[in-house]
T-cell receptor, first 115, second 114 residues
Framework: DAGVIQSPRHEVTEMGQEVTLRCKPI?????LFWYRQTMMRGLELLIY????????DSGMPEDRFSAKMPNASFSTLKIQPSEPRDSAVYFC?????????????FGQGTRLTVV | AQSVTQLGSHVSVSEGALVLLRCNYS??????LFWYVQYPNQGLQLLLK??????LVKGINGFEAEFKKSETSFHLTKPSAHMSDAAEYFC????????????FGSGTRLSIRP
């Protein structure tokens, strides 16, 4: 399997623009997580899905952030409008719990810079 | 709610020396515990995990960790550090009873001195 695939790897955008980050989880995984990593806050869980349904979005910082999972093989994280403080590395991860397999597998991340 | 605390945001050891990275957890139910490693500009990679079987867990690259319920700890060790071990290390916890969210500690940056 190719692992969790995120795109783009790098994104530079101007303040106020809409940004969409994409994630393809590992085939067969039924949990998908979005994390944000910054120097100040470390790794924060933003939202996670089970079988394409959002389970917990309490980590989503503001209404400017939204996430969708239209099918088992694709998810998006959208920021509209973007602000400089949104600059961070955004990771997507997936897992398939069961029989002790609870670990999450991470993508390479998207480094977002909002100027 | 579960949480993890990593003591020491930065640890520096000499090549060949013992590596000890500390992690304490809080969980109201039996936990699953993990250590992940992150190399520069990379995603997180699983080093090892505890899933209620053996309390001493061996992982990749010579690392191991011991689950101590009485101390609520899951410290990561390696007998002899190698230059290639320089990276950021994260301890994480999730609930045993359900495959819910995985919560990460703040991370410890490991530096290796020649």
């Amino acid at each position: 399997d190719a692992g969790v695939i995120q795109s783009p790897r790098h994104e530079v955008t101007e303040m106020g623009q809409e940004v969409t980050l994409r994630c393809k989880p590992i085939s067969g995984h039924d949990y998908l997580f979005w994390y944000r990593q910054t120097m100040m806050r470390g790794l924060e869980l933003l939202i996670y899905f089970n079988n394409n349904v959002p389970i917990d979005d309490s980590g989503m910082p503001e209404d400017r952030f939204s996430a969708k999972m239209p099918n088992a093989s694709f998810s998006t994280l959208k920021i509209q409008p973007s602000e400089p403080r949104d600059s961070a590395v955004y990771f997507c991860a997936s897992s398939r719990p069961g029989q002790g397999r609870t670990e999450a597998f991470f993508g390479q991340g998207t480094r977002l810079t909002v100027v | 709610a579960q949480s993890v605390t990593q003591l020491g945001s930065h640890v520096s050891v000499s090549e060949g020396a013992l590596v000890l990275l500390r992690c304490n957890y809080s969980s109201s139910v039996p936990p699953y515990l993990f250590w992940y490693v992150q190399y520069p500009n990379q995603g997180l990679q699983l080093l090892l995990k505890y899933t209620s079987a053996a309390t001493l867990v061996k992982g990749i690259n010579g690392f191991e960790a011991e689950f101590k319920k009485s101390e609520t700890s899951f410290h990561l060790t390696k007998p002899s550090a190698h230059m290639s071990d320089a990276a950021e290390y994260f301890c994480a916890v999730t609930e045993y009873s359900s495959a819910s969210k995985i919560i990460f500690g703040s991370g410890t940056r490991l530096s290796i001195r020649p």
